[in-house]
């Protein structure tokens, strides 16, 4: 099972908050604010955590392959998601938080080897994921570049609608359920950015995947009809479960380009 996440272009709108906290006190009408804390006590306000919030969406190609016996599930889609995303970073510490959380609201495509085994499109289904990681810069309090490792933890839900097979007693009728793919992955893996002049910036990480918990119910995946005299059996007599682990890799690379000092956009 697979999913290009970028083969064809990730857009993010985000609006970065990177100012430090401030308290106004008013001490009459004639009176200037004042900051909540003098800056010569070693405070945060060198060192601010800095806040990114957006929006994505993005185009993607996948892939699913599963083969039981003779039976063979095959599927290729294309889905289109939107997804939330934010950032947290401690310029005091160099450690970093970030999550992300998608649902597409379109998918369509071709699968053989489907309901017994006839090919048809794709034209709905669910991807679903929810993700997040915590990260370290090696490069210590530098504004202009960050390199280091992060471990991670990544919920995704690949389930396109394939159709469903009937089950017990004949090919027309019978219990019958929707494919629903779920993966509960470990990352482990190295990102960074650099400023390129005032107005642009690369992002990118490599991750790797050790270790995923795979499960669920293969509803499409059926057998022909087994024809022996005047008696028709077709199998199985339930959906198919799956239970198991994969390992893999995942890898993500962005150019941002900066209209106003706390606005970005990333391709």
Request: charged letters at 15%.
């Amino acid at each position: 099972m697979t999913r290009r996440a970028i083969s064809v272009a990730v857009a993010a709108s985000t609006l970065l908050l990177a100012a430090p906290s401030l308290a106004a006190d008013s001490f009459g009408s004639d009176e200037p604010l004042r900051t909540g804390f003098a800056n010569e006590d070693g405070s945060d306000l060198d060192n601010p955590l800095t806040f990114e919030l957006g929006l994505r969406y993005w185009y993607s190609w996948g892939a699913q392959n599963f083969n039981l016996g003779s039976a063979a599930l095959k599927d290729n889609d294309n889905a289109q998601t939107v997804e939330g995303q934010f950032r947290i970073d401690d310029a005091s510490t160099n450690y970093y938080a970030k999550g992300l959380a998608g649902m597409s609201f379109d998918i369509n495509g071709t699968q053989t080897g489907g309901p017994l085994g006839q090919p048809s499109t794709v034209t709905d289904g669910r991807i679903a994921y929810a993700g997040g990681d915590v990260g370290f810069s090696w490069l210590g309090n530098n504004p202009h570049a960050k390199f280091g490792p992060f471990a991670g933890y990544m919920y995704w839900n690949d389930s396109p609608n394939l159709g469903r097979s009937n089950y017990y007693p004949t090919p027309t009728s019978g219990n019958s359920q929707e494919d629903d793919v779920e993966v509960n992955a470990l990352r482990l893996g190295l990102s960074g950015k650099v400023d390129l002049g005032e107005n642009f910036d690369l992002t990118g990480e490599v991750a790797a995947v050790p270790y995923a918990k795979i499960s669920g119910t293969l509803g499409a995946l059926g057998f022909a009809p087994t024809v022996t005299g005047a008696n028709t059996a077709v199998e199985p007599a339930s959906a198919v479960g799956m239970d198991g682990w994969v390992y893999g890799a995942m890898a993500e690379a962005m150019v941002g380009f900066h209209p106003t000092d706390h606005r970005v956009l990333r391709f």
